[in-house]
C-alpha cells in the first residue's frame, strides 16, 4: 500500500510539473513575441557615389534572426550587391550583417521597423585594367513595414543604407571612394 500511495504521488507531481512547464513553454514561446526567423529579400540597388562605379543592380539578400519579444529582435545576415560601374570602371560587392532591429506593431497584422548595426564586405574591382580586392566595414540603416500573412508568415518591403567605400589600389592616385548602396528591397520573414 505505501508504494500504491508514492507511486500514485510520484505520477500527480509529474503530471503537475509537466502541465505546468507545458503552460510555461507555450506562454513564453509565442511566434508573434519571440523565437528564431529566417527571411529573404530581393530588390533594386543604387550605387551612388563621387566615382565611376555609379550604377543600378539587383540586391539579393538572406537573414537569420532572434525576437527577443515584440519590440527588439538581432539579426544578421548576407547581403550580394552584385555588379556595378562601367566600361572602365566596375566591381563586384557581397557582405555580411549584424543588426539591431527594433519594431512596433501598428494594427494586428501589420508592425514597422527600424535597424541599424555593421557591415562586412568584400569588393572585387576593375579599374583600367588594374584589378584587385579590398575588404572593409561600414555602418548601415534601413527602415520597412511587415504585412503578417499567418502569425508565421511575412512579407515586408524595406529601405536600407549602406555607407560603402571603395579603396582602389595599383592606380596612380589609389583613391578611396566615398559610396553609398541604397536598397530598395521585398522579401519574405518565417518565424519559427
Same mark, same amino acid.
Given at each position: 500500500m505505501k508504494n500504491t500511495i508514492l507511486t500514485l504521488a510520484a505520477i500527480i507531481s509529474l503530471a503537475s510539473v509537466s502541465a505546468y512547464s507545458q503552460a510555461q513553454s507555450m506562454e513564453n514561446n509565442d511566434t508573434t513575441e519571440n523565437g528564431i526567423y529566417v527571411g529573404a529579400n530581393y530588390g533594386y540597388l543604387k550605387v551612388d557615389g563621387k566615382d565611376d562605379f555609379d550604377d543600378d543592380s539587383d540586391v539579393i539578400?538572406?537573414? #537569420?534572426?532572434? /525576437? &527577443?519579444?515584440?519590440?527588439?529582435?538581432i539579426e544578421g545576415g548576407y547581403v550580394n550587391f552584385g555588379d556595378y560601374g562601367n566600361s572602365l570602371s566596375n566591381a563586384e560587392t557581397d557582405g555580411y550583417t549584424a543588426a539591431l532591429k527594433v519594431s512596433y506593431p501598428i494594427v494586428d497584422r501589420v508592425e514597422l521597423y527600424a535597424k541599424g548595426g555593421q557591415l562586412w564586405y568584400s569588393t572585387d574591382y576593375d579599374v583600367l585594367g588594374f584589378s584587385g580586392n579590398k575588404d572593409d566595414e561600414g555602418v548601415f540603416a534601413g527602415a520597412g513595414v511587415?504585412?503578417? #500573412?499567418?502569425? /508565421? &508568415?511575412l512579407?515586408?518591403?524595406e529601405y536600407t543604407w549602406y555607407?560603402?567605400?571603395?579603396?582602389?589600389?595599383?592606380?596612380?592616385?589609389?583613391?578611396?571612394?566615398d559610396t553609398?548602396?541604397?536598397?530598395a528591397s521585398?522579401?519574405?520573414e518565417y518565424r519559427f
Open positions: 539578400q538572406g537573414l #537569420v534572426g532572434y /525576437r &527577443f519579444n515584440q519590440y527588439l529582435a511587415a504585412f503578417k #500573412v499567418t502569425d /508565421r &508568415f512579407i515586408n518591403a555607407d560603402a567605400g571603395i579603396t582602389v589600389e595599383n592606380v596612380s592616385n589609389g583613391a578611396d571612394t553609398d548602396f541604397k536598397q521585398l522579401g519574405v
